[in-house]
């Protein structure tokens, strides 16, 4: 788990508006939602049943329809 410690911009009555992050914090965050879509891409192709195809073909297939 990411522990990040923020500090809340807050409007007139008090009520949390947004927030302000360390620039690591931030980087953390953005880096561990990558990781997240990444599995989540991934989890989706495996359950999909549709065939593998190895990287490389799958390149050469893409620059194949790009002529």
Not at 40 to 60: C, H, I, N, T, W
């Amino acid at each position: 788990m990411i522990s990040i410690k923020g500090h809340y911009v807050v409007d007139e009555k008090g009520n949390k508006t947004g927030v302000i992050l360390d620039i690591k914090d931030y980087q953390r965050i953005l880096d561990a939602l990558e990781e997240l879509e990444s599995i989540r891409a991934y989890d989706s192709a495996k359950a999909s049943g549709d065939k593998v195809v190895p990287f490389e073909e799958a390149v050469r297939e893409i620059e194949h329809r790009r002529k």
